[in-house]
């Protein structure tokens, strides 16, 4: 099976500080893989050069397209990333404000994206943006109602909706679930794992919680001081860390 998505050696610094270094790995279609570690790890800043927030200063990131197979698109034409984000790349903002627009109706968040990859019947956008609020269980009733009026997990839900009514191949995640309270949380995780399995979709989520990834992720990467230190399938990892900064983090986890 060809990788949906390959990095080479992905290499970001801040003046002389490794944001992360010599970063590689393979993601296949459907899968998900878990970025883990403490805070200042490198792991955000990993995600944010995968997603083409960040420029790199050194290595590759590739992507399989449906026109040019695999492309890199650290060097990809602005527009081509803009068409690509908004298309076969999506990213789930930890602060759900930051993915939404905040003065627009729930509704108008979900056909936005809709939008952008060229719908034009107000009728068939409307149909399937209440389709999508449902998917992520928020009433119909509420899609003219704007996001500031949700709860913080409705929000977050509502992101997910807006992200994914595209149908796109692979989904960044930052900490989707920080900031929740913890009924919250299960309750979104539990919606992620269906859309994810549902979708067939490959994901890359970062999060600082083992938890998460044990539910979500099919393979872990633990990162420390901008490197990866361990790699595996996600039990594997969490049942018998091999590295001592691995076998650290779940240990005090463990003893919570």
């Not at 990993?46 to 050194?58: E, I, Q, R, S, W």
């Not at 909706?161 to 919250?184: H, I, K, Q, W, Y």
């Not at 091999?242 to 919570?256: A, F, I, K």
Request: glycine share 12%; proline share 3%.
């Amino acid at each position: 099976m060809t990788p949906l998505f390959q990095v080479k050696n992905l290499t970001k610094f801040y003046g002389n500080r490794i944001g992360c270094k010599n970063v590689s790995f393979d993601l296949y279609p459907g899968e998900v893989m878990g970025i883990v570690g403490e805070s200042g790890s490198g792991k955000s800043t990993l995600l944010n050069c995968l997603a083409g927030h960040l420029a790199p200063d050194a290595g590759e990131v590739l992507f399989d397209t449906r026109a040019d197979g695999m492309r890199d698109t650290v060097t990809m034409s602005e527009p081509e990333r803009r068409m690509l984000g908004r298309t076969d790349w999506a990213f789930v903002h930890q602060h759900a404000r930051d993915g939404l627009r905040m003065g627009v109706s729930a509704g108008g968040n979900v056909g936005e994206r809709l939008m952008a990859v060229g719908a034009r019947h107000y009728g068939d956008i409307r149909h399937k943006a209440i389709d999508w609020l449902g998917r992520v269980e928020i009433n119909a009733e509420r899609i003219d109602d704007r996001p500031s009026a949700f709860s913080g997990g409705m929000q977050q839900r509502l992101q997910i909706a807006r992200n994914l009514v595209t149908g796109p191949r692979l989904v960044f995640m930052d900490e989707p679930t920080g900031g929740l309270d913890v009924s919250v949380q299960a309750r979104l995780l539990d919606l992620l794992r269906g859309l994810v399995r549902e979708m067939g979709l490959s994901a890359i989520i970062v999060t600082h919680d083992l938890a998460v990834v044990r539910l979500l992720a099919d393979r872990l990467m633990v990162m420390k001081d901008g490197h990866v230190v361990e790699t595996g399938l996600t039990d594997q990892v969490l049942d018998d860390p091999q590295h001592g900064y691995t076998q650290l983090l779940v240990s005090s986890v463990l003893q919570v």
